[in-house]
T-cell receptor, first 112, second 113 residues
Framework: GESVGLHLPTLSVQEGDNSIINCAYS??????FIWFKQESGKGPQFIID?????DKRQGQRVTVLLNKTVKHLSLQIAATQPGDSAVYFC???????????FGQGTTLQVKP | EPEVTQTPSHQVTQMGQEVILRCVPI?????FYWYRQILGQKVEFLVS????????KSEIFDDQFSVERPDGSNFTLKIRSTKLEDSAMYFC???????????FGPGTRLTVL
């Protein structure tokens, strides 16, 4: 069956360092991927997305990389700040109805 | 900036009772969703809704669940007879099209006792 998962449950980084959060997906037909940030007690917040016809997309301090060959997605956060501490989920557009399939989530802890 | 709103923020109910969770999606959005997140777990899709009908639902969304868009602004999720395992955060989301950014509400925490 289709699934989206994350490699590590918790990532701890020093403030100012770069963070890399990884995600694997299994549905090779997926054509749209999203990274969400979820802070405690809040709903998922869109960070960045990428379509399958791209392999890299950059936003403000964030970069998403897509490797379709190995079905791998990563989120890179440059100069990580304390405010980046949250749970990060990758999600896959599971069908043309817009349904999202979420991964398990990686907790990012930023140490001052 | 427009946002998805949800009420109540926290709902406590007895097992077997009916609950209605309410959402007001962003006004020009056409696609609406409910997701749930059991504490410490990933977000799970429940149902998608477009053009006044369900377009897709998950295995979780059994006949105890229903959705409705009773007017031009509200989108509701009803659970007819709640079970202990329905305790979770329920998120509403909406967007203009299936490949555009999906906006999530702040969630309703449902506690079934």
């Amino acid at each position: 069956g289709e699934s989206v998962g994350l490699h590590l449950p918790t990532l701890s980084v020093q403030e100012g360092d770069n963070s890399i959060i990884n995600c694997a997906y299994s549905n090779s037909a997926s054509d749209y991927f999203i990274w969400f940030k979820q802070e405690s007690g809040k709903g998922p917040q869109f960070i960045i997305d990428i379509r399958s016809n791209m392999d890299k997309r950059q936003g403000q301090r964030v970069t998403v990389l897509l490797n379709k060959t190995v079905k791998h997605l990563s989120l890179q956060i440059a100069a990580t700040q304390p405010g980046d501490s949250a749970v990060y989920f990758c999600a896959e557009n599971g069908s043309n109805t817009g349904k999202l399939i979420f991964g398990q989530g990686t907790t990012l802890q930023v140490k001052p | 900036e427009p946002e998805v709103t949800q009420t109540p923020s926290h709902q406590v109910t007895q097992m077997g009772q009916e609950v209605i969770l309410r959402c007001v999606p962003i006004s020009n959005h056409l696609y609406f969703y409910w997701y749930r997140q059991i504490l410490g777990q990933k977000v799970e899709f429940l149902v998608s809704f477009y053009n006044n009908e369900i377009s897709e639902k998950s295995e979780i969304f059994d006949d105890q669940f229903s959705v409705e868009r009773p007017d031009g602004s509200n989108f509701t999720l009803k659970i007819r007879s709640t079970k202990l395992e329905d305790s979770a955060m329920y998120f509403c989301a909406s967007h203009t099209s299936p490949t555009n950014e999906q906006f999530f509400g702040p969630g309703t925490r449902l506690t079934v006792l």
